[in-house]
């Protein structure tokens, strides 16, 4: 009983509505054709709540808001167009009523296949349901002659469509937006290639994204779960794979650490790792988060616990002619390496543990270094792509497919062609390899150190903590540019630029290059105070980087230094007190007014 009452207030409230909605619209249309509450014209029935009505009409919302700005419901200015909206809401209108007339006439029992007149009566009790279901029966065939099925009609003659439930009308809303704007559906398999497992660094580099099943010791390689990471199809962890000696991969984020790590070792053994290149890689970086080797003798590490690393794009050496080895110190270092794709990345160590660490104290107490001969390293090799996976497959855009992506920690990391090292940060230290303060620098040394240059910088200003490179004897004290030799046969003057010799006699060409402006001393200039133009030179050695141990630069091209050693060893007499022991120097990027 309770739902025939129900039913026939929404019978009811249909009569009225279209009884009270329709006439204040039908001057729009010249609709004048309605006789007592019932008007056999088409007319409009609009909806209060109708977003189409209270809204503009806008593709997508625009970010100062005025496709959310209700607008008055003025009588369009086309005619053909008030027309179709006109029909469009009647139509939904009818079929709305309509339903719900012949559901009402079904559910009290009315014969599909009988002809039923308002004046018939049904038997029954007054609240009962005689006369309150007779009273649903007259309301739903008024409704129904309100919309041309006239009485007398079969119910199984008016055509009824099925309902369709809201959400199926808010997902074919979506799909009608979605083929409006023509977009791209991408499917879950396309999406897992847009973001692949095992390529998405995660944990500021540490490691990649994967599925937990991944992250596990398989051939050799060590998984550790060191944080979540859901932004690839299948993925769960972050994961730090870690490889020991004789490992091979191709990922994309790898550890290499010595055995035991971090426990220190005294094995005399050959340890390596092969890094397979991908494809779209173009350059590697390596990260010494920790790295305690025995220091170089004479300028070479060949004779002490070394790592060395064979490139297959750098025959020549990594560092410099026939260099690449490292040994002593290196914490906190990084080198870059240019590869090609299918090609191969050796990193290898040699150890014996039998010399002595730098800095280590021969009584073995620790002071935060490893001690006396143990060693220990942990590389962080990350392959770093120039183009997206799967482009020289010949994957784009343009034929539909989806466009894979460079995540952006790969795109950061990229440094310029040609640079060992790179420094992103604007403030920082650069220091030669194994710097310790008592070990001696390394021969054969030719490469680049790259500072990135910011928006509107014009130099950079060097300050030297420690400094000390061969030099000859003129240029040793370093606040010189060029010396001046005397020619024993001819008594004449030669005059030579500091760090350059290449006499048998001399110690070779050594230098730090860099495009020096100023000592940091300070003038009056037109526009107030500024640097004094008195240090230009490009080539620094000897004792001190130039007369104040700074260097101020401007230059509107690459921030870098060049770093040089000679081929053979200097004698004692080249270097300063305490030895030739490379540099280690604060550098700030100057912006700005220059």
Same mark, same amino acid.
């Given at each position: 009983?309770?739902?025939?009452?129900?039913?026939?207030?929404?019978? =009811?409230?249909l009569?009225?509505?279209?009884s009270?909605?329709? /006439?204040?619209w039908l001057?729009?249309?010249?609709?004048?054709?309605?006789?007592?509450g019932v008007?056999?014209?088409?007319? &409009?029935?609009?909806n209060?709540?109708?977003?189409?009505?209270?809204?503009?009409?806008?593709?997508?919302?625009?970010?100062d808001?005025?496709?959310?700005?209700?607008?008055?419901a003025t009588?369009?200015?086309?005619? %053909?167009?008030?027309?179709e909206?006109?029909?469009?809401?009647?139509?939904d209108?009818e079929k709305?009523?309509?339903?719900?007339? $012949?559901?009402?006439? /079904?559910?009290?029992?009315?014969?599909?296949?009988e002809?039923?007149?308002?004046?018939?009566?049904?038997?029954?009790?007054?609240?009962?349901g005689?006369?309150l279901m007779q009273?649903?029966?007259?309301?739903?065939?008024?409704?129904?002659?309100?919309?041309?099925?006239?009485?007398?009609?079969?119910?199984?003659?008016?055509?009824?469509?099925?309902?369709?439930?809201?959400?199926?009308?808010?997902?074919?809303?979506?799909?009608? @937006? $979605?083929?409006?704007?023509?977009?791209?559906?991408?499917?879950p398999?396309?999406?897992?290639?847009?973001?692949l497992?095992?390529?998405?660094p995660?944990?500021?580099?540490?490691?990649?994204? *994967?599925?937990?099943?991944?992250?596990?010791?398989i051939?050799?390689?060590?998984? /550790?779960?060191?944080? @979540?990471?859901?932004?690839? =199809?299948? +993925? %769960?962890?972050?994961?730090?794979? $870690?490889?020991?000696c004789? #490992?091979?991969?191709d990922k994309?984020?790898?550890?290499?650490?010595?055995?035991?790590?971090?426990? *220190?070792?005294? %094995?005399?053994?050959?340890?390596?790792?092969?890094?397979? $290149?991908?494809?779209e890689?173009?350059? =590697?970086?390596?990260?010494?988060?920790?790295?305690?080797?025995?220091?170089?003798?004479?300028g070479?590490?060949?004779?002490?616990d070394?790592?060395?690393?064979?490139?297959?794009?750098?025959?020549?050496?990594?560092?410099?002619?026939?260099?690449?080895?490292?040994?002593?110190?290196?914490k906190?270092?990084?080198?870059?390496?240019? !590869? @090609?794709p299918?090609?191969?990345l050796?990193?290898?160590?040699?150890?014996? #543990?039998?010399?002595?660490?730098?800095?280590?104290?021969?009584?073995?107490?620790?002071?935060?270094?490893?001690?006396? *001969?143990a060693?220990?390293?942990?590389a962080?090799? *990350?392959?770093?792509?120039?183009?997206?996976p799967?482009?020289?497959?010949?994957?784009?855009?343009?034929? #539909?497919?989806v466009?894979?992506?460079?995540?952006?920690?790969?795109?950061?990391?990229?440094?310029p062609?040609?640079?060992?090292?790179?420094?992103?940060?604007?403030?920082?230290?650069?220091?030669?390899?194994n710097?310790?303060?008592?070990?001696e620098?390394?021969?054969?040394?030719?490469?680049a150190? +790259?500072?990135?240059?910011?928006?509107?910088?014009?130099?950079?200003?060097?300050k030297?903590?420690?400094f000390?490179?061969?030099?000859s004897?003129g240029?040793?004290?370093?606040?010189?540019?060029?010396?001046?030799?005397?020619?024993?046969?001819?008594?004449? &003057?030669?005059c030579?630029?500091?760090c350059?010799?290449?006499?048998?006699?001399?110690?070779?060409?050594?230098?730090?290059? !860099?495009?020096?402006y100023s000592?940091?001393?300070?003038?009056?200039?037109?526009i107030?105070q500024n640097?004094?133009?008195?240090q230009?030179?490009?080539f620094?050695?000897?004792s001190k980087?130039g007369?104040?141990?700074?260097?101020?630069?401007?230059?509107?091209?690459?921030?870098?230094?060049?770093?040089?050693?000679?081929g053979?060893?200097?004698?004692?007499?080249?270097?300063?007190?305490?030895?030739c022991?490379?540099?280690?120097?604060?550098?700030?990027?100057?912006?700005?007014?220059?």
């Amino acid at each position: 009983m309770q739902n025939y009452v129900i039913t026939l207030g929404l019978l =009811v409230a249909l009569c009225s509505s279209a009884s009270s909605q329709v /006439k204040p619209w039908l001057p729009w249309f010249g609709s004048d054709s309605c006789e007592n509450g019932v008007c056999s014209s088409i007319f &409009p029935i609009f909806n209060e709540d109708d977003e189409s009505l209270t809204f503009d009409n806008c593709e997508e919302d625009d970010e100062d808001g005025t496709c959310l700005s209700p607008v008055t419901a003025t009588p369009p200015a086309d005619d %053909s167009t008030n027309e179709e909206v006109a029909v469009s809401k009647i139509k939904d209108f009818e079929k709305e009523a309509v339903e719900k007339a $012949v559901g009402v006439l /079904k559910a009290l029992g009315v014969n599909p296949d009988e002809e039923y007149n308002p004046s018939q009566q049904r038997g029954g009790r007054l609240f009962g349901g005689g006369m309150l279901m007779q009273a649903a029966i007259d309301q739903a065939l008024a409704v129904l002659r309100i919309f041309g099925y006239n009485t007398g009609a079969q119910i199984n003659t008016i055509p009824v469509q099925p309902a369709v439930s809201q959400v199926q009308q808010a997902a074919l809303a979506a799909l009608a @937006k $979605v083929t409006a704007h023509k977009a791209v559906i991408i499917l879950p398999t396309a999406a897992q290639d847009t973001n692949l497992p095992n390529y998405e660094p995660c944990r500021g580099g540490e490691g990649l994204c *994967t599925s937990a099943q991944e992250c596990k010791n398989i051939g050799g390689v060590q998984g /550790k779960s060191i944080g @979540k990471c859901g932004n690839c =199809v299948g +993925c %769960s962890v972050c994961c730090q794979f $870690v490889i020991g000696c004789q #490992g091979i991969t191709d990922k994309m984020i790898t550890h290499f650490q010595s055995p035991g790590y971090p426990r *220190t070792d005294r %094995s005399n053994e050959a340890c390596s790792l092969t890094l397979n $290149v991908r494809d779209e890689v173009c350059q =590697v970086r390596l990260d010494f988060i920790d790295f305690e080797m025995a220091a170089p003798v004479a300028g070479s590490c060949s004779g002490v616990d070394n790592f060395e690393i064979i490139n297959t794009a750098q025959p020549g050496g990594v560092f410099g002619p026939g260099q690449s080895k490292l040994c002593g110190l290196n914490k906190g270092q990084h080198v870059y390496m240019p !590869v @090609k794709p299918g090609n191969i990345l050796i990193m290898r160590a040699t150890t014996s #543990g039998v010399r002595n660490i730098p800095l280590a104290r021969l009584d073995g107490t620790n002071r935060g270094l490893s001690g006396d *001969t143990a060693f220990r390293w942990n590389a962080r090799v *990350t392959q770093i792509p120039c183009e997206a996976p799967g482009a020289r497959g010949g994957r784009s855009g343009a034929d #539909g497919k989806v466009t894979r992506r460079i995540p952006s920690h790969y795109r950061k990391l990229l440094a310029p062609d040609g640079c060992r090292q790179y420094f992103q940060e604007s403030r920082g230290r650069l220091q030669s390899y194994n710097f310790d303060g008592k070990s001696e620098v390394l021969l054969n040394q030719n490469y680049a150190i +790259c500072v990135k240059r910011p928006a509107r910088s014009c130099g950079m200003t060097l300050k030297a903590l420690g400094f000390s490179l061969p030099a000859s004897v003129g240029c040793l004290p370093g606040n010189v540019a060029t010396e001046t030799l005397d020619d024993v046969e001819d008594i004449s &003057p030669i005059c030579t630029v500091c760090c350059t010799s290449t006499a048998e006699d001399g110690p070779g060409v050594n230098y730090l290059g !860099v495009a020096g402006y100023s000592d940091g001393a300070s003038v009056m200039s037109p526009i107030g105070q500024n640097y004094a133009v008195n240090q230009d030179r490009y080539f620094f050695c000897g004792s001190k980087l130039g007369v104040t141990n700074l260097i101020v630069t401007r230059t509107k091209g690459p921030l870098l230094l060049r770093v040089r050693t000679a081929g053979k060893y200097w004698e004692e007499w080249s270097c300063p007190a305490g030895g030739c022991l490379g540099f280690l120097m604060n550098y700030d990027v100057d912006t700005g007014t220059c």
